[in-house]
């Protein structure tokens, strides 16, 4: 295959299993065991032996696996200003299982300083050898979504507007930080467009007193402020998840309901979108994307198990997203990550891990 560049023909959505050294390392840390130095020090080792493997298996792009991070999204918010981590009542209600009781809340002014994850992307490019090195972070519009106004201080932002633009200026600094430490290639992780796309979560939306359609133009709007003077060698990515946790999920749903305002007015590189089952419906809605460079990284490989997709199967289904966006806009990747936290998948057996066991 020739080398493009980002994305790429065949890319890699970001998370990888915890290998058992950085489990235990971890366990250790907490223990008091071991300092934070001894654990990063695994952490390397770990982070350079996965590297190495997408390397093996062709990979053009490579991540550290997301090895670092507890969540997918929480450690990230702990290093913004203005934000704080607390317990919650109760976890995130995936298909049968929940998660830890985590929410997170703003009590100041936000901000992006000097985030521990630029040092994390600089050792991942100090190892990514002629593989374009990829760092993961989570969508501006999930720090408000989970909690909406209830968690934002009303003595910070009266105004949500307000909100807004700083949520706009955070991530809008959050990409040039990573850009100045050599990133070339950015993701968003955004749970909150799939769970627009579920019937279920629109409902609760409204319940809580928000309308799910003008939520969809905000969120949009803040991405597109985010991405303003964004450099022309700096491909950002978008990836649309309905959940992953232990080898389950939380939306179902189509995306027609957010097509329009997602496709045709979202102005990243590429979108990240989950298609390895019915939950995810038809490729119609692909029609708002326009023609031009603007990618379409389809998810036809799933992560939720470890049967091997049949390649001629995955070919079709190709073929059929070309009927409604140009082929030479398609790419394909798994569905989501392989573990969005340490956790992981639900057990060994069940494990899609086969396809990436190093």
Not at 181 to 200: F, H, I, K, M, P
Not at 312 to 340: H, T
């Amino acid at each position: 295959m020739p080398h493009q560049h980002a994305p790429y023909r065949a890319d890699i959505v970001g998370s990888f299993l915890r290998p058992l050294a950085i489990k235990q390392a971890r366990q250790q840390f907490a223990d008091g065991e071991i300092n934070a130095q001894q654990l990063r020090t695994v952490e390397d080792a770990e982070i350079r032996r996965v590297v190495q493997h997408q390397c093996d298996c062709g990979l053009h792009v490579v991540t550290d696996g997301e090895f670092r991070r507890a969540w997918w999204h929480f450690d990230f918010f702990d290093g913004l200003q203005g934000v704080e981590r607390y317990d919650a009542d109760k976890g995130i209600q995936f298909n049968g299982v929940q998660t830890r009781a985590h929410g997170i809340r703003v009590t100041g002014k936000l901000g992006f300083g000097e985030h521990p994850m630029l040092e994390d992307f600089r050792f991942l490019k100090s190892i990514s050898g002629d593989a374009t090195p990829k760092m993961t972070i989570p969508s501006p519009s999930v720090l408000h979504f989970r909690g909406g106004r209830k968690d934002i201080d009303a003595t910070v932002y009266p105004d949500l507007a307000d909100y807004f633009n700083d949520l706009a200026d955070t991530w809008r600094d959050a990409i040039r930080a990573f850009y100045d430490a050599g990133c070339r290639y950015l993701q968003l992780d955004d749970t909150v467009w799939a769970y627009l796309c579920s019937d279920e979560q629109r409902r609760q939306v409204r319940e809580r007193g928000d309308d799910p359609d003008q939520l969809a133009a905000i969120y949009a709007d803040v991405l597109n402020r985010a991405l303003e003077g964004k450099p022309d060698d700096l491909i950002i990515g978008l990836h649309v998840c309905r959940g992953n946790f232990r080898s389950t999920w939380i939306s179902e749903g189509g995306y027609e309901p957010v097509a329009e305002i997602l496709f045709g007015r979202v102005k990243v590189d590429a979108f990240f979108l989950e298609y390895d089952n019915d939950r995810s419906g038809d490729f119609a809605p692909l029609r708002f994307v326009p023609k031009g460079e603007q990618k379409v990284v389809l998810g036809l490989i799933t992560t939720k198990n470890g049967e091997l997709e049949n390649a001629q199967g995955v070919k079709a289904r190709l073929d059929e997203a070309a009927n409604f966006v140009a082929r030479d806009q398609i790419c394909l990747s798994p569905q989501c990550g392989f573990a969005s936290t340490e956790k992981g998948i639900a057990s060994p057996s069940s494990s899609s891990g086969r396809r990436f066991a190093w």
